[in-house]
C-alpha cells in the first residue's frame, strides 16, 4: 500500500479511537451470549463478582493495514520456525523435553502487538494465549448505534464460525499427532483451574466441546495419574490434554504424570514444551529482530524483510552490554525468557538498582520501547486507557483478532472500562 495512504489510516484509526463513543457493550447481551454459553445463570453471576474488568465497554479500531501486517507477521515467524538450522539453534539451548515431537502444531498462539510509528511492533508471542473464546462471546454483545460503524465490527456468524473452527482446530492436533481413532476426552489442565482468573474461560470451553460430542474435563495436573500405559483423569483415560499450564516444560512435581505420558506419547499435549521454545521464549525475539542472523539461518529475505519492519530490537541482557543497556533504560523493556502474563517484566523508566540487580543475575531479554496504543473509553475520563493487540493464531494463519485496555505498566484486568476489547476493521 502507499504510504500516504497507510498514514492517512493510521490517522482515521487515531481519531476514532480517541473520539467514537458510538459502541458500547450492551450488557443484556453480553448477559444472553454468556448464558447462553455456560448454560447456567449463577456462572454469570460468578464471571461479574469475580472479574468486573473482564470486558471493555468500547472497541478498539485498526486499519485494514495493520490487520493485513498481524497476518504477515504471523507467516513470517512460521517461514522462520521453519528453517532447520533455527530449530537446531533454538532447542539446543532448551530442556531436553523441548526436542520431543508429537506431529501436533500447537493451539492458540498469540501474538501481541503495539501500534508503531510505522504500523505494528510485536512485542511477544505466547503460546498459550488466553481469551479466544471470552473474545468470541464479546463480539456478540457490542452495540453501534449507526448501520456503518457496526458492520466494521465482529459478527455474530463470524464468532459461530470461530467456536466451529476451534473445535475442528483441536481434531486437526490429533490427527496430525497421528491418531486415527475419534477423539473422545479432552482435559483443560491448569494449576488450581478453579482459582484461575480466566477460570470462566475453561467452562466456556468444556461447554463447547460437549456441544460436539466431547468429553471435556477442567483439573489441575495434580490430579492426573499415569497407570497401566495411559494418562487418567478421575477414572477416565485421556486422549489430549489441553495445556494452560505456565510450567512449559513440565518440570514441576504436579506435571509428572503428564510429562510421562506426553513422552511415551500416550496423551497428546497442545501447546507443547517444543512449540513454546520454538516460538515464546523471547530470546527468539533477539533472533527475529536480527536480519544477518536471519540471514545465516536460511530465512527467505521477504520473510526478513517483514519481521525487519515489526520486530522491535531484542537483546539478551549480559555482562558485556549490561552498561549501555542501564544507560539507554528508558527506551527498553526488560522480560524474562521465560516470563508469562507481564509476571517480572519492568519499564526501564522505571528500574530501580535492586531490581536491575536481579535483571543482571540473568534469563532476562531487553527489547526496544514500543508505546501501547491508546483508547478514550470514557469523554469524561483525565487520560485514555492504553491497548495492545493480539492476534490468535493456528499453523500460520490469524483465526482472531482482540485488543486489550488497560492502565499501568502491563495488562491487567484491573481497569475500569478496561478488559477485552473486540476489534473493529476500519474502512480504510
Known amino acids: 500500500m ?15 479511537n480517541a473520539g467514537c463513543f458510538c ?7 453480553l448477559a444472553r451470549a454468556l448464558e ?93 494465549a488466553g481469551g479466544a473464546m471470552l473474545n468470541a462471546v464479546l463480539g456478540r454483545a457490542h452495540r453501534a448505534c449507526c448501520f456503518e460503524v457496526e458492520q466494521l465490527g465482529p459478527s455474530a456468524a463470524r464468532a459461530e464460525a470461530f467456536e466451529r473452527a476451534i473445535v475442528e482446530m483441536f481434531r486437526q492436533e490429533w490427527r496430525l499427532a497421528g491418531r486415527t481413532q475419534p477423539l473422545q476426552v479432552i482435559a483443560i489442565v491448569d494449576e488450581a483451574p478453579e482459582q484461575q482468573y480466566l477460570y470462566a474461560e475453561f467452562l466456556l470451553f468444556q461447554r463447547l466441546f460437549e456441544r460436539h460430542g466431547l468429553r471435556a474435563l477442567i483439573a489441575d495436573p495434580a490430579e492426573l495419574r499415569w497407570q497401566g500405559g495411559g494418562l487418567f483423569l478421575r477414572g477416565q483415560r485421556v486422549d489430549l490434554v ?32 517444543q512449540a513454546h521454545a520454538l516460538y515464546a521464549d523471547k530470546r527468539n525475539l533477539g533472533l527475529f529482530s536480527d536480519d544477518a542472523a536471519l540471514a545465516a539461518l536460511g530465512v527467505p529475505a ?49 528500574l530501580t538498582q535492586r531490581v536491575w540487580g536481579e535483571i543482571l543475575a540473568g534469563g532476562y531479554v531487553a527489547q526496544d520501547l514500543v508505546a501501547p496504543g491508546e483508547r478514550v473509553a470514557d469523554p469524561s475520563a483525565d487520560k485514555p486507557l492504553k491497548f495492545d493487540l493480539r492476534a490468535y493464531a493456528y499453523q500460520g494463519s490469524v483465526q482472531w483478532s482482540a485488543a486489550r485496555l488497560y492502565q499501568g505498566q502491563t495488562t491487567n484486568f484491573r481497569t475500569p472500562g478496561g478488559g477485552f476489547a473486540p476489534v473493529y476493521q476500519g474502512p480504510f
Request: aromatic fraction near 10%; charged fraction near 25%; charge should be negative.
Open 242 to 273: 489441553y495445556n494452560r499450564l505456565t510450567d512449559f516444560y513440565l518440570e514441576a512435581a504436579s506435571s509428572q504424570p503428564l510429562r510421562t505420558a506426553y513422552l511415551e506419547d500416550a496423551v497428546v499435549v497442545t501447546p507443547h514444551p
Open 36 to 128: 447462553a454459553e455456560f448454560g447456567s445463570p449463577e456462572i454469570v453471576r460468578l464471571v461479574r463478582e469475580r472479574c468486573p474488568y473482564l470486558f471493555s465497554a468500547r472497541p478498539v479500531f485498526v486499519s485494514h493495514a495493520h490487520v493485513r501486517q498481524m497476518a504477515q507477521v504471523v507467516a513470517a515467524v512460521e517461514a522462520v520456525v521453519s528453517q532447520p538450522a533455527y530449530r537446531e539453534s533454538v532447542l539446543a539451548r532448551a530442556p531436553e523435553i523441548a526436542r520431543h515431537a508429537q506431529g501436533a502444531r500447537g493451539v492458540f498462539f498469540g501474538y501481541d502487538f503495539h501500534p508503531a510509528p510505522q504500523g505494528l511492533g510485536l512485542i511477544e508471542v505466547n503460546t498459550n
Open 302 to 350: 521477504a520473510a526478513r524483510e517483514v519481521l525487519a519492519r515489526a520486530v522491535p530490537r531484542t537483546v539478551a541482557v549480559e555482562a558485556a552490554n549490561a552498561q549501555d543497556l542501564w544507560a539507554r533504560r528508558r527506551h527498553l523493556f526488560f522480560k524474562p525468557f521465560a516470563g508469562y502474563g507481564s509476571r517480572a517484566a519492568y519499564r526501564g523508566d522505571k
Open 2 to 16: 502507499d504510504t500516504a495512504i497507510e498514514t492517512d489510516a493510521e490517522s482515521a484509526t487515531n481519531d476514532l
Open 23 to 29: 459502541v458500547s457493550l450492551d450488557d443484556d447481551a
